[in-house]
């Protein structure tokens, strides 16, 4: 499922541009962990009926990321999976690399995942997440490196402040 316009790529600046149709919304989380905000949002996603990959940036936050969305939420069941180099049927994949193991739509970033591979792989998908915990300045610096590079990559990126709560 490539999110493409039917135009070729296009160099500028001596990169090539791809002509996808992405957004990137970044949310900003200051309440809570952003580990609790991504699970809230794969748990509102699975409830509409997406498929989403969340690429976490080690084996060690995938697995935390993995147990999270076991126990975070008693009275909900979020049916997922961690990806090791095979299809997967859940509607929530969980990797440490590029690629698309469950034919999902949105692509969710965890932690400090390097930009530039990061645009590298996005083509299969329309929609980009990203939790920027604000009171950690550390993500904040990776968030706004992937901000930049994807932007200067074209694709639409939007910021969404944490409302009152």
């Not at 690429?55 to 997922?80: C, G, K, M, R, V």
């Not at 706004?144 to 409302?163: D, M, P, Q, T």
Request: hydrophobic share 40%; net charge negative.
């Amino acid at each position: 499922m490539r999110a493409y316009d039917g135009e070729r790529d296009t160099l500028e600046n001596g990169k090539y541009m791809t002509n996808l149709k992405i957004r990137a919304d970044f949310f900003e989380v200051v309440s809570i962990k952003w580990e609790l905000a991504l699970c809230k949002y794969i748990e509102d996603a699975v409830e509409r009926g997406e498929r989403i990959y969340i690429w976490a940036e080690s084996s060690q936050l995938a697995e935390y990321l993995d147990d999270l969305l076991w126990t975070y939420n008693e009275s909900s069941f979020i049916p997922h999976a961690r990806w090791n180099d095979c299809d997967i049927s859940e509607p929530v994949a969980i990797g440490t690399t590029p690629g698309n193991p469950n034919d999902a739509m949105r692509l969710v970033v965890a932690g400090r995942v390097d930009p530039e591979q990061l645009c590298t792989g996005i083509e299969d998908y329309s929609y980009l997440v990203d939790f920027v915990q604000k009171r950690d300045e550390s993500l904040t610096m990776h968030a706004r490196a992937r901000w930049s590079a994807l932007s200067k990559a074209g694709v639409s990126v939007e910021f969404n402040a944490e409302a009152d709560g």
